[in-house]
């Protein structure tokens, strides 16, 4: 399958559950930390790409004009628009479409925000820029994901570890290739941030629908890190319900 199919398969199978309460992704106090780094006020114009079901949209709801959400896969905007529509929310509208090619006008949004996507893109550059094109002069393009170790051979393997959870995952840039991304697009970076997330494994092996091989030979690795002395990126740890591991999220802000 090509990228596109790969996410859009992935991401099918997960719209139902993707907003489900327990989820670090659906945590309002990381939506509440992600809205703080986007210096909102009411009169702005957002587009949320690779939007998923909305989970950020909806909560860009009440402190802007308006919010397009965008994303490839039709199953993620149906649970969305149902959201929406059940929230009686009038100001964002959800639309099919590729980060790679934005179907917006150039210049045309103030706040140009991209959630937990740049590691499934082959080629994250063309989707940055496609994003500093569609945003307005002295807005800002905010990249907010997970991030791989600095360390390179432990990159490798917390990558690894991630695509055989979810095929559609390409690479967890580091916090300095975020930067990178939007510094080769044309923009001042402004200050980034980041914070570590507790993740439950299941939970995460069970949204991403793994198959229960490969989600036992994942948690064995893990298992195994807790008193071997091979390290996997992952940092697990034994929790009060279960096995456990720490991610840590980024959100990388350039100017134009």
């Known amino acids: 399958m090509s990228n596109l ?14 907003a489900q309460p327990g ?9 509440n930390w992600m809205l703080a780094a986007l210096d909102l006020h009411p009169g702005i114009q957002a587009v949320d790409v690779a939007a998923g079901t ?11 004009r308006r919010v397009l959400a965008l994303d490839a896969t039709p199953e993620m905007l149906q649970q969305g628009m149902r959201k929406t529509g059940q929230a009686e929310l009038a ?26 996507a740049i590691h499934h893109f082959p080629d994250p550059a063309t989707a940055v820029y496609e994003m500093t094109r569609a945003c307005a002069i002295g807005g800002q393009v905010v ?33 300095p290739e975020l930067e990178a991304l939007l510094l080769q697009s044309g923009l001042r970076l402004r200050p980034s941030a980041s914070r570590v997330i507790q993740v439950k494994v299941d939970r995460w092996l069970g949204l991403a629908n ?16 807790l008193t071997e002395s091979k390290v996997t990126g992952m940092r697990p740890f034994m929790g009060p319900d279960g096995l456990y591991f720490h991610q840590t999220w980024a959100i990388a802000v350039g100017q134009k």
Request: proline share 6%; charged share 15%; hydrophobic share 45%.
């Open 5 to 18: 199919q790969q996410i859009r398969a992935a991401f099918a199978s997960q719209a139902e559950g993707f």
């Open 210 to 225: 793994t198959d229960d091989t490969t989600a036992r030979g994942i948690c064995e690795v893990l298992v195994a890190e």
């Open 54 to 64: 909305g989970l950020l949209s909806m909560a860009l709801v009440p402190y802007v």
């Open 143 to 175: 990249l907010i994901d997970l991030v791989s170790p600095n360390d390179g051979p432990l990159a490798q393997s917390y990558n690894h570890l991630e695509r055989l959870r979810d095929p559609s995952h390409v690479r967890a840039q580091t916090l």
């Open 23 to 31: 989820q670090a992704i659906s945590d309002p106090n990381h939506l």
């Open 91 to 116: 100001n964002i509208t959800f639309v099919l479409g590729l980060a790679q090619a934005l179907p917006v006008a150039t210049d045309a949004f103030d706040r140009v925000v991209c959630r937990f």
